[in-house]
């Protein structure tokens, strides 16, 4: 069984930064291709980046891009995802999902493993 477990949230005024963390147990780290996605209250969840087993191929959402930055350390079987400039509006719960294997996807369904979530408030 696949566990998935985030750490990092917490408030933070606009503008500042925060760095989420991921960390897997259960199958090889680098056999899995990892994201975050974030979801609102009342919103639907949104994937937000998505990063391939070797950290090599990153794709990131037109909301988060030139202000987030993903990133893994397959040593140490953990994902991160740097947010700088934060806003308001990105005040959400923030998941980590994993998959076997290399994905091109950012659907919540193309993911199978997903962490409870770790909060980012954001003030204004």
């Known amino acids: 069984q696949v566990q998935v477990v985030e750490s990092g949230g917490g408030l933070v005024q606009a503008g500042g930064s925060l760095r989420l963390s991921c960390t897997t147990s259960g199958l090889p780290f680098d056999d899995l291709s990892m994201a975050w996605f974030r979801q609102a209250p009342g919103k639907e969840r949104e994937g937000i980046s998505r990063?391939?087993?070797?950290?090599?191929?990153?794709f990131y959402a037109d909301s988060v891009k030139g202000r987030f930055t993903i990133s893994r350390d397959n040593a140490k079987n953990t994902l991160y995802l740097q947010m700088n400039s934060l806003k308001p509006e990105e005040t959400a719960m923030y998941y980590c999902?994993?998959?076997?294997?290399?994905?091109?996807?950012?659907?919540?369904?193309?993911?199978?493993?997903w962490g409870q979530g770790t909060q980012v408030t954001v003030s204004s």
């Open positions: 990063i391939n087993r070797n950290g090599v191929l990153r």
């Open positions: 999902a994993a998959r076997q294997g290399n994905t091109w996807s950012l659907r919540s369904a193309d993911f199978d493993y």
